[in-house]
């Protein structure tokens, strides 16, 4: 069998702030295969980004380990792309040389990394806007200029924290589509955390839910719905059941449910 693309082994985070221990993450495992879409969803202060920080190998864990390429890759910096959950452009650089702060900082010269980038802002919605500054865009061009930013990393994993979480419903559906289509020229393992479950279902192969505090994975959803995908499969049958799976998960109770 072939090894995953990611693995995440028996993960565990435990706080000593004050003399208090808080335990974030309970033992967690999962194996993620080559170029697949997989969300994590779960509720807010179960560990979603504390589980991110030690996959791009920012946060030492307390125990456990994460490969890549069944090779151990526990705090090692550098090998997956990595969006915060608030990932801010910088107000003084442009649009342009936003989107290669990344690469510059792996050591790329700035001048060969604008000549990289340009074509990927001009494909991907920016195309005109690359002198102007953060403050003089939408807020969907602001994430996609910081998406494009971590997706232009020389790394096959990249982690997205909640990217779509400040956006208006409009946008948010529009900036999904402009993912997926991306995620598709790109063919990059993605892990995307989310509080909207319709979301997850839309854009994923699978989908990981985890616990509350301390979090774990509580179950694993394969969404088998074709893709390319159009709007209309949230009509289906499919679509619905997986979506009330999460949500019976996260404590809701839809009306179908109910009855
Ligand atoms: N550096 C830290 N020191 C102490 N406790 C921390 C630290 N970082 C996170 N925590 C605690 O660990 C738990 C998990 O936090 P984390 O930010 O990973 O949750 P999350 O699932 O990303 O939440 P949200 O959905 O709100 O973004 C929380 O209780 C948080 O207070
Ligand atoms: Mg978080």
């Known amino acids: 069998m072939p090894s995953a693309k990611l693995e995440v082994r028996s993960l565990a985070m435990q706080f000593s702030t004050s003399g208090a221990d808080v335990a974030a993450l ?24 504390t589980l991110f920080n030690i996959i791009a190998g920012l946060q030492p864990p307390t ?23 608030k990932d801010l452009l910088l107000p003084w650089r442009t649009v342009l040389d936003n989107v290669v702060l990344g690469m510059e900082i792996k050591g790329v010269s700035r001048q060969r990394a604008r000549a990289t980038a340009l074509p990927y802002l001009q494909r991907y919605g920016l195309g005109g ?24 990393l020389d790394t096959d994993i990249v982690l997205l924290d909640e990217p779509f979480g400040a956006l208006d419903a409009q946008t948010r559906s529009a900036m999904q589509e402009w993912l997926l289509q991306i995620w598709a020229d790109f063919r990059k393992t993605v892990v995307f955390v989310t509080h909207d479950v319709e979301e997850a279902v839309f854009l994923s192969d699978e989908i990981l839910v985890m616990s509350p505090r ?24 499919d679509f619905i059941s997986l979506k009330e799976r999460c949500l019976a998960h996260l404590g809701h109770v839809t009306p179908e449910m109910a009855a």
């Open 26 to 49: 309970t033992p967690v495992s999962f194996g993620l295969s080559e170029g697949s879409f997989v969300s994590v969803i779960g509720p807010s202060g179960c560990g979603k980004s």
């Open 214 to 237: 301390p979090g774990r994975v509580v179950d694993r959803l394969t969404v088998t719905l074709p893709r390319p995908r159009a709007r209309s499969v949230a009509n289906s049958a």
């Open 129 to 152: 806007f690359e002198d102007r500054y953060p403050r003089e865009l939408s807020g969907g061009m602001r994430q996609r200029a910081a998406l494009l930013r971590t997706l232009l």
């Open 63 to 85: 125990g456990g380990a994460v490969l890549i390429d069944g090779e151990d890759a526990t705090g090692t910096i550098g090998r997956v792309g990595y969006m915060l959950q």
